[in-house]
């Protein structure tokens, strides 16, 4: 009796295993997948293949077929320590910068832990070179290096790494009808002329919220 049980429960499972595994290839086969998706391509044969770019060039990613991404990175600023007023105008500055723009734009956080590994090093030779003149302040300086250690860089709750994030300004350019029946050569100076009007404008109208951008170069 016990093995009519199993053996009733184990082709049970595997009904239900049949019946789940078409039910997901059922639903899987309505997914819709984007222009630039290359998943299901069959003639790719190697995992380059499949990222969604052709190369990285000096200044910007080539995604293929003249179309192009420039990149920003936003400096550190506190938005915190800013008076009412300040951020009130922070605030309208921001909005009238991206009202500027005539094409779009995307705005990517990448966050990280915090690591001073390389200022803690520095610093430990600067102390040490201070203890060479006075070494009555060894104590002070071994009690000062310890604290700074881990003050705002490790959660003081958990003693894990603080992550920290930094902030930066994707600017694509694609061509459009405007450019229909240029030469490659003439749609790679387009794109490198008009790559340069829009970081420009976005680094310049972000100056004037108050906000610092660096052109990201590979």
């Known amino acids: 009796m016990g093995v009519i049980i199993a053996v009733f429960i184990l082709l049970v499972s595997l009904i239900g295993f049949v019946l789940v595994l078409i039910y997901w290839r059922k639903k899987v086969s309505k997914y819709n997948y984007t222009k630039h998706d290359r998943s299901e391509e069959v003639g790719i044969d190697n995992t380059q293949a499949l990222l969604p770019f052709d190369k990285i060039a000096f200044n910007r990613v080539d995604l293929g077929k003249q179309r192009y991404v420039a ?79 881990v003050i705002n860089v490790r959660d003081p709750s958990t003693g894990d790494l603080r992550r920290v994030k930094d902030y930066y300004v994707l600017i694509p350019w694609e061509p459009t009808v405007d450019e229909a029946g240029m030469s490659e050569m003439e749609l790679e100076y387009r794109a490198k002329e008009e790559l340069y009007r829009r970081v420009t404008l976005v680094s310049e109208t972000f100056k004037g919220a108050g906000i610092s951008t660096k052109f990201e170069y590979n």
């Open 71 to 149: 990149y920003l990175k936003v400096e550190p600023f506190n938005y915190l320590i800013r008076s009412e007023e300040g951020k009130d105008a922070f605030a309208i500055n921001l909005r009238n910068a991206f009202n500027a723009y005539d094409f779009r734009l995307s705005i990517f956080t990448h966050t990280r832990k915090m690591v001073n590994d390389k200022m803690l090093t520095r610093l430990s030779q600067t102390i040490e070179e201070t203890i060479a003149a006075h070494p009555d302040n060894r104590d002070y300086a071994e009690e000062y290096f310890s604290h700074l250690s």
